[in-house]
T-cell receptor, first 112, second 114 residues
Framework: AQSVTQPDARVTVSEGASLQLRCKYSYFGTPYLFWYVQYPRQGLQLLLK??????VVQGVNGFEAEFSKSNSSFHLRKASVHWSDWAVYFCAAPYMGYKLTFGTGTSLLVDP | EAAVTQSPRSKVAVTGGKVTLSCHQTNNHDYMYWYRQDTGHGLRLIHY???????EKGDIPDGYKASRPSQENFSLILELASLSQTAVYFC?????????????FGKGTRLTVV
């Protein structure tokens, strides 16, 4: 069955430092993958999406993700974290049509 | 911009009581969804719908009913609320263009059952 796993429940980085949030997928066929962000007391918003093609996908606010078939991964990266990036990040994949399965989320804490 | 509006934003319900969560979208989307968010579980799909007057069970439908009276509106109903249903509930919508279609979420309803 399609699934995504986020192994890190919480990540803390200093403001200005680089960031990587990990996502591993298990997928039959060609994967489509998403990263969503949830700011405090808000719904989820799309950061970026991957469909087969260039393995590096650019998103909003300087985020990017790299798809790796050999590692079954879709890690999220940012070169320089800002305090406003403090949020929960979810990796997701579609299954059985248009439903989404989500990872358990990674809480990003930013040290000033 | 696509919009999904949920009401109420928070609710306290009594065990055994009936709870109705409402959702309205102005995106003209065919698909609507109800997800539940619990710490450590991410979001899990409760019910979804791809056309008015029809609903489908998601991954965790037990204890929940759904109603889609129109394309714009989608409700989640807890006939007999239980303590284990305390969670944050998200409504979402998407169109039917394909696997890479974006899903738009409401801001959530925090339900506390006491």
């Amino acid at each position: 069955a399609q699934s995504v796993t986020q192994p890190d429940a919480r990540v803390t980085v200093s403001e200005g430092a680089s960031l990587q949030l990990r996502c591993k997928y298990s997928y039959f066929g060609t994967p489509y993958l998403f990263w969503y962000v949830q700011y405090p007391r808000q719904g989820l918003q799309l950061l970026l999406k991957y469909y087969p093609g260039d393995p590096v996908v650019q998103g909003v606010n300087g985020f990017e993700a790299e798809f790796s078939k050999s590692n079954s991964s879709f890690h999220l990266r940012k070169a320089s974290v800002h305090w406003s990036d403090w949020a929960v990040y979810f990796c997701a994949a579609p299954y059985m049509g248009y439903k989404l399965t989500f990872g358990t989320g990674t809480s990003l804490l930013v040290d000033p | 911009e696509a919009a999904v509006t949920q009401s109420p934003r928070s609710k306290v319900a009594v065990t055994g009581g009936k709870v109705t969560l409402s959702c309205h979208q102005t995106n003209n989307h065919d698909y609507m969804y109800w997800y539940r968010q619990d710490t450590g579980h991410g979001l899990r799909l409760i019910h979804y719908s791809y056309v008015a007057d029809s609903t489908e069970k998601g991954d965790i439908p037990d204890g929940y009913k759904a109603s889609r009276p129109s394309q714009e509106n989608f409700s989640l109903i807890l006939e007999l609320a239980s303590l284990s249903q305390t969670a944050v509930y998200f409504c979402a919508s998407s169109d039917a263009r394909g696997h890479n279609t974006e899903v738009f979420f409401g801001k959530g309803t925090r339900l506390t059952v006491v």
